[in-house]
C-alpha cells in the first residue's frame, strides 16, 4: 500500500461552478493529474463536502484530480426554492447534477468515493450512466433492505426540532468510536457544522430530503453492476450497520470488503491514513 501519512499534503481549492441547472460548490485537489477521483458526501446536519473529506483531498491529490462537490441541498450549492416531493426526486437531481458537472469540467470518465448516503448516490449513477465510471468505494452504505434504522441516525434527523451546538456534538460523537481521541476533531468542526446547519435554505433542504425514506434498489439491478466495488466499513459503525456491506458484497458480482475494527462511521477521517492508503491502492490495482 502507499504511505501517505509520509506524502506531501496537495493543496485544497475550492470554486463554485455553474452548470446548466445547478450552482455547484467544488473542493478540489491535484487538478494536473490524468485520473480523477469523485468524492460523494453523506448526510448530517451542517454536513459539507470538504468536513467529509479534507484529509482524503490532501492524500489524493498527490496521485489524482480529487473532487468534492457539495450535493444540491447541501451546503453551498444551489438548493431548491420549493423543497422537492420525496426522496426519488432529489436522487433524480444528485444524478443530474454530478453528470452536468462532469461534463463541465470535461471529465469523460471517473472513480468514485461514496460515504454513507454519498453511497446510495454512487450506485444510482453507476445504474444510469455505468461508461463514467471505473472504480468505485463504498464507505460506510446504508439503505440496503436488512438496514436497521440505528437510534444513533433517529435522533439525528431529530436534530432540527431543537438545534443546539451541544447537540451537534452528541450526533458527531455517535459516528466515530473512540470519542476521546476524535474530541479535537470533533470541536473543530462543530462552529463551521453548526453555522451551516442554522441557514435556512439547508434546513428547508434537509426537511425536504429525509420527509420521505429512499427505495432501495433491486438486487437485480445490483447484480448487474459491472464496476470493481471497495466496500469500506467500521466494525463499530452504530449508524449504518456494517450488515448492509455484506448484503452489497452478496449483490454486487465484483465486489470485496474491508473492515476496520475500532472504527465507527467516519472511516475516512478516525482510520484516515490507512483509509486513503487503502483506497489508493485499490485504484491503482494493486488489491
Given at each position: 500500500?502507499?504511505?501517505?501519512?509520509?506524502?506531501?499534503?496537495?493543496?485544497?481549492?475550492?470554486?463554485?461552478?455553474?452548470?446548466?441547472?445547478?450552482?455547484?460548490?467544488?473542493?478540489?485537489?491535484?487538478?494536473?493529474?490524468?485520473?480523477?477521483?469523485?468524492?460523494?458526501?453523506?448526510?448530517?446536519?451542517?454536513v459539507t463536502a470538504?468536513?467529509?473529506?479534507?484529509?482524503?483531498?490532501?492524500?489524493?491529490?498527490?496521485?489524482?484530480?480529487?473532487?468534492?462537490?457539495?450535493?444540491?441541498?447541501?451546503?453551498?450549492?444551489?438548493?431548491?426554492?420549493?423543497?422537492?416531493?420525496?426522496?426519488?426526486?432529489?436522487?433524480?437531481?444528485?444524478?443530474?447534477?454530478?453528470?452536468?458537472?462532469?461534463?463541465?469540467?470535461?471529465?469523460?470518465?471517473?472513480?468514485?468515493?461514496?460515504?454513507?448516503?454519498?453511497?446510495?448516490?454512487?450506485?444510482?449513477?453507476?445504474?444510469?450512466?455505468?461508461?463514467?465510471?471505473?472504480?468505485?468505494?463504498?464507505?460506510?452504505?446504508?439503505?440496503t433492505p436488512n438496514?436497521?434504522?440505528?437510534?444513533?441516525?433517529?435522533?439525528?434527523?431529530?436534530?432540527?426540532?431543537?438545534?443546539?451546538?451541544?447537540?451537534?456534538?452528541?450526533?458527531?460523537?455517535?459516528?466515530?468510536?473512540?470519542?476521546?481521541?476524535?474530541?479535537?476533531?470533533?470541536?473543530?468542526?462543530?462552529?463551521?457544522?453548526?453555522?451551516?446547519?442554522?441557514?435556512?435554505?439547508?434546513?428547508?433542504?434537509?426537511?425536504?430530503?429525509?420527509?420521505?425514506?429512499?427505495?432501495?434498489?433491486?438486487?437485480?439491478?445490483?447484480?448487474?453492476?459491472?464496476?470493481?466495488?471497495?466496500?469500506?466499513?467500521?466494525?463499530?459503525?452504530?449508524?449504518?450497520?456494517?450488515?448492509?456491506?455484506?448484503?452489497?458484497?452478496?449483490?454486487?458480482?465484483?465486489?470485496?470488503?474491508?473492515?476496520?475494527?475500532?472504527?465507527?462511521?467516519?472511516?475516512?477521517?478516525?482510520?484516515?491514513?490507512?483509509?486513503?492508503?487503502?483506497?489508493?491502492?485499490?485504484?491503482?490495482?494493486?488489491?
Open positions: 500500500m502507499i504511505n501517505t501519512s509520509l506524502a506531501e499534503k496537495a493543496q485544497i481549492k475550492s470554486k463554485l461552478v455553474q452548470t446548466e441547472n445547478y450552482s455547484n460548490w467544488l473542493n478540489y485537489s491535484g487538478e494536473a493529474n490524468e485520473e480523477t477521483v469523485l468524492f460523494l458526501h453523506g448526510s448530517g446536519p451542517g470538504n468536513a467529509n473529506w479534507s484529509y482524503a483531498l490532501e492524500a489524493l491529490g498527490q496521485q489524482y484530480h480529487s473532487l468534492a462537490p457539495d450535493l444540491y441541498g447541501f451546503g453551498n450549492s444551489s438548493h431548491p426554492d420549493v423543497p422537492l416531493k420525496n426522496r426519488q426526486a432529489w436522487m433524480d437531481c444528485w444524478i443530474e447534477q454530478i453528470i452536468e458537472l462532469m461534463d463541465k469540467l470535461n471529465i469523460e470518465k471517473a472513480h468514485i468515493v461514496g460515504n454513507s448516503l454519498g453511497c446510495s448516490v454512487a450506485l444510482e449513477l453507476l445504474l444510469e450512466y455505468p461508461e463514467r465510471f471505473d472504480r468505485v468505494v463504498l464507505m460506510g452504505p446504508g439503505g438496514t436497521k434504522v440505528s437510534f444513533e441516525l433517529m435522533r439525528a434527523k431529530h436534530f432540527y426540532e431543537k438545534p443546539s451546538k451541544k447537540k451537534l456534538q452528541q450526533v458527531m460523537q455517535w459516528f466515530v468510536y473512540d470519542v476521546e481521541k476524535m474530541q479535537p476533531v470533533i470541536d473543530g468542526l462543530t462552529d463551521s457544522r453548526y453555522e451551516n446547519a442554522m441557514r435556512e435554505e439547508v434546513r428547508r433542504s434537509n426537511d425536504s430530503i429525509f420527509a420521505t425514506a429512499a427505495v432501495p434498489i433491486p438486487t437485480i439491478a445490483l447484480n448487474r453492476i459491472p464496476n470493481e466495488v471497495l466496500l469500506v466499513h467500521g466494525k463499530e459503525d452504530k449508524v449504518c450497520s456494517v450488515d448492509s456491506s455484506y448484503y452489497l458484497l452478496e449483490h454486487l458480482k465484483k465486489a470485496q470488503l474491508h473492515v476496520f475494527s475500532e472504527c465507527g462511521h467516519w472511516t475516512q477521517i478516525e482510520q484516515k491514513e490507512k483509509f486513503n492508503s487503502l483506497i489508493q491502492s485499490f485504484f491503482s490495482g494493486v488489491i
